[in-house]
């Protein structure tokens, strides 16, 4: 015996919920809408259908299936889109078009969440417009969407001596908080805990980062069983999270060690970051590390070393509620494979 139980991330001011299931045999439905995850700025409306045991079934069958509004559809998988890196602007819309193309594969494809892992803005970190435009195309995906902030977003991690970027502030995280919404955030799928951070909050004395800090710690610690996916800007490491060098490619040692120290016995295992515009699928250290490429441009070898794929698109994540995950690098047709060379004077005023 299995229960239904239904439950709403969001429902649109004035909208009906409505779905098209019947209870199968051995099924009992509870109908009606409960809101643990309320997320005020998610565009799109959509149930959640999961088929919980029963108290006296012992069943360990689960199943979630999406309800949206006038479409029924079944699905066992949450199906996550990760994009990164769309350094968005009204001033300079330099990577729009390729933004635009995501968002139409996006919308033929009709991910559960589509995740952005930061640099979404091109300077956000000092031009509010940025934020705000970024946030608008956002709007437009019509999914329900996330975000986190990078470098570009709110300033650079306070570990990283001699940057030409500002460092994050509480002034910089505000202005980003306030097109956004939180900047650390998790949200519980079947058998997983996504755990999503503010990868410039992990160095620093700003009061943020200790909250943040102890958020980690929290939700690693009350996971009760879920496997942990931690998303993150930058990614952790190259190769061994013993690495000591200090660069702005990834988080820095201490960070590091801080961060990880946090997760206590229940570390992640998935790992996916942004920042780097390279694709990456690597396992290291019993955990799967998964870097999205940009949306945008590429990185020239001149100016950065190859590590995985330098191309442009964006990756699918399928979590599975019995704990097990998959990804895969979307090409998308069309997408111009940019190059920041190509932008970088009139983009961020640095000379090719
Ligand atoms: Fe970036
Ligand atoms: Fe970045």
């Known amino acids: ?116 892992t930061g640099d979404v803005s091109l300077d956000g970190a000092a031009e509010d417009d940025d934020l705000a435009e970024a946030r608008r195309l956002h709007d437009a995906i019509g999914l329900p969407v996330r975000c986190i902030p990078g470098n570009h977003d709110v300033g650079e991690s306070h570990d990283l001596p001699g940057t030409r970027e500002p460092l994050v502030s509480a002034a910089s995280r505000a202005r980003y908080l306030r097109h956004f919404g939180d900047d650390f955030w998790h949200l519980d799928v079947p058998g997983w805990r996504l755990i999503a951070i503010d990868s410039q909050l992990l160095a620093g004395s700003l009061e943020a980062a200790v909250v943040q800090a102890d958020f980690i710690a929290q939700a690693a610690a009350s996971s009760m069983g879920r496997r942990l996916a931690l998303l993150v800007h930058k990614p952790l490491f190259d190769a061994s999270a013993a690495e000591t060098a200090v660069t702005g490619r990834f988080v820095n040692p201490g960070a590091r060690g801080r961060l990880l120290a946090a997760f206590g016995t229940q570390r992640p295992a998935v790992i996916a970051s942004g920042h780097v515009h390279q694709y990456r699928s690597t396992l290291s250290e019993g955990a799967r590390h998964i870097w999205a490429p940009s949306t945008g441009f590429i990185i020239p070898d001149a100016r950065q070393p190859r590590y995985g794929e330098k191309e442009v698109g964006y990756v699918e994540h399928r979590f599975e509620a019995d704990g097990s995950h998959s990804s895969v690098f979307v090409r998308v047709a069309g997408l111009k494979r940019l190059d920041i060379a190509d932008f970088a004077e009139e983009a961020y005023g640095v000379k090719p």
């Open 1 to 116: 015996m299995v229960q239904l139980v239904f439950w709403s991330l969001m429902i649109p001011e004035g909208a009906q919920a409505r779905h098209g299931r019947q209870p199968g045999p051995g099924l009992s439905a509870t109908s009606g809408i409960k809101s643990p995850h309320t997320i005020p700025d998610w565009s799109a409306a959509r149930l959640w259908l999961r088929i919980a045991p029963s108290r006296d079934g012992g069943c360990a069958r689960r199943c979630q299936g999406t309800v949206t509004f006038g479409a029924h559809e079944e699905a066992m998988t949450f199906r996550l889109a990760q994009i990164s890196d769309t350094h968005l602007s009204g001033r300079k819309p330099f990577f729009v078009e390729n933004f635009n193309l995501i968002v139409a594969a996006l919308a033929a494809s009709a991910p559960d969440l589509v995740v952005n």
